[in-house]
């Protein structure tokens, strides 16, 4: 009874963590959220995607063509609770929490029941897991059905049934986010090995069968997702980070051979694509395992972490290394298992960057099985009521000083620091607009910032089949530019110099929201963090 309310607790807490003030932290919604979103909100209105192709299997959007799921999970709920920050994170929300609650499950599989619940517990308070828990993250959305893939697997003992639900789950896994796509044929081989291990005595013969059916239903589910990815862009954002590593592979054998004193025929054997390709991967590789990455500074891309602090917290790392020996001595398949997920986890994101929370995310929730089991065992270790008193203390302190100053810096500083880091600049644009749109007849507003129209379009809720002709039929100016109109909103550039000014290029009784490095004006919008100037804002009678 007392292991049922620890359980329910936690669970409590997992969804408070992930879902308090959901439609306000983070204060705007970022493109992809907005892409999402909008195609959603197409598919509901008209039945197609924002460029008109009627129920696609992937999205074309920004030209990096998204996964289905997350898109089409979006449609009944936009039919109940209409477009809006909060009915666009919920299922994001409810995702993440499902993901703690299968993470118990799994850990039951093979676990004691105090191991399993601390286990979930420190995946609940994970700032790594809870922090993209609060923003439309389809990776976030592909680990529940990763992990749920993998639960069934493990739970069927080779029964058809379970083997079934696990191809479906993981199938959901890559349509939903594409560094499975990567990730998942290496992983079901790990997969494949340890069922061996643990259900067929390490007999091959006797798991031919049971593999057949779920690789037959795996690769029929899968069928028209294998021939989007390498027939029509469905790898194309993998792509376009692949390109991008590609130019810096070639640059840097360039100058490494421009900077040798070798012979021309040792520069090339030295120093060629694959050799700096080999040391890029490795130390890409070899950086999500750091202690920078894990404990210290962890991703410093403040849309996706809070920046400045580890992806887990520093006083998990003793009993990450106490659990690894410990679940090696005591649980040989799950230990190899466990240590084989990790060293697969990191192989997608390390392909085309270094290590990077969102692409990197399949990591979890591994780690909390070790750090739990090294926490069980180092209290066992402990025979003195009171050191044990001591210790549980202090680690119970520990947790709710660094949960609390998370928490502190998620909801009053982030906001600030990392606001352009969301799309601050044109929400921030637009409100100003807003609150002004009666006193003017023309409102311009520049697209000197990325995804102005979308932002208006999703934020506005505005027509989609409109929106779309205006896209596609801009408007002309007098003065030959070209604007996307949206009612009396025109964004596009005025392109205004000191000449251009004192030529009253702004039409009378108009708003202009111009780029910051346009002539100095009386009004600005600055940056929340360092006061830079965002907007200049010029107005005419």
Not at 107 to 124: D, M, N, P, T, V
Not at 180 to 205: C, D, M, N, S, T
Not at 415 to 439: C, F, H, I, M, Q
Not at 477 to 495: A, E, P, Q, V
């Amino acid at each position: 009874m007392k292991n049922r309310i620890l359980l329910i607790l936690i669970f409590i807490m997992a969804f408070s963590l992930r879902y308090f003030k959901i439609a306000d932290y983070p204060k705007t919604l970022y493109g992809d959220e907005q892409a999402f979103a909008w195609n959603a909100y197409n598919i509901l209105k008209l039945g197609t995607d924002e460029y008109g192709t009627p129920y696609p299997l992937h999205f074309r959007s920004f030209n990096d063509y998204k996964a289905p799921v997350p898109v089409y999970l979006l449609v009944p709920v936009f039919k109940v609770f209409g477009m809006n920050a909060w009915s666009i994170r919920i299922p994001i929300v409810i995702a993440s929490f499902l993901t703690v609650v299968v993470f118990y499950f799994f850990c039951r599989l093979f676990l004691a029941e105090k191991i399993s619940l601390l286990s979930a517990f420190l995946f609940s308070v994970s700032p790594w897991h809870v922090h993209l828990s609060r923003g439309y993250f389809e990776s976030t959305l592909s680990l529940l059905f990763f992990l749920t893939g993998i639960y069934c697997f493990l739970k069927s003992r080779l029964k058809t049934g379970w083997l079934i639900l696990s191809s479906f789950f993981f199938t959901l896994a890559l349509y939903s986010y594409f560094t499975p796509r990567i990730l998942l044929p290496f992983f079901l081989l790990l997969l494949f090995y340890i069922g061996v291990k643990l259900f067929a005595g390490g007999k091959v013969k006797s798991v031919i069968a049971p593999y057949l059916i779920f690789i037959v239903i795996f690769l029929i589910l899968t069928l028209p997702m294998i021939k989007l990815t390498f027939f029509g862009g469905g790898l194309s954002r993998f792509k376009k980070l692949n390109d991008s590593v590609s130019l810096v592979i070639t640059q840097t054998v360039n100058r490494e051979r421009n900077a040798s004193l070798l012979p021309l025929n040792w520069r090339i054997i030295l120093h060629n694509k694959a050799t700096v390709w080999l040391r890029i991967f490795k130390n890409n590789y070899l950086e999500h395992f750091s202690l920078n990455f894990w404990y210290l500074y962890g991703d410093n891309s403040l849309r996706y972490f809070l920046g400045n602090m580890g992806m887990f917290y520093l006083y998990e790392m003793p009993f990450l290394f106490l659990g690894i020996i410990y679940i090696i001595k005591n649980n040989g398949p799950l230990a190899y298992f466990l240590l084989g997920w990790l060293l697969l986890a990191p192989l997608p994101a390390s392909l085309v960057g270094r290590s990077f929370a969102v692409r990197s995310l399949s990591i979890l929730p591994a780690p909390f099985v070790f750090v739990a089991a090294g926490i069980s065992f180092f209290t066992l270790y402990i025979r003195k009521k009171i050191y044990k008193f001591i210790f549980i203390g202090g680690l119970t302190a520990a947790v709710v000083c660094m949960l609390g100053i998370t928490l502190v810096k998620y909801y009053f500083e982030y906001p600030v620091y990392a606001a352009t880091w969301w799309g601050w600049e044109n929400k921030a644009a637009l409100d100003y607009a807003r609150a002004r749109e009666s006193l003017y007849d023309n409102i311009f507003i520049s697209d000197y910032y990325t995804g102005a129209t979308l932002a208006f379009a999703v934020y506005n809720r505005y027509d989609p089949r409109a929106f779309r002709q205006a896209i596609n039929n801009p408007v002309t100016l007098g003065d030959n530019r070209r604007f996307i109109k949206l009612g009396k909103y025109y964004f596009g550039s005025l392109d205004l110099d000191p000449v251009r000014l004192s030529q009253n290029i702004i039409p009378p009784k108009s708003l202009y929201i111009g780029r910051p490095e346009e002539p100095d004006s009386s009004k600005t919008i600055n940056a929340p963090d360092d006061g830079r100037v965002i907007f200049k804002i010029y107005k005419t009678d």
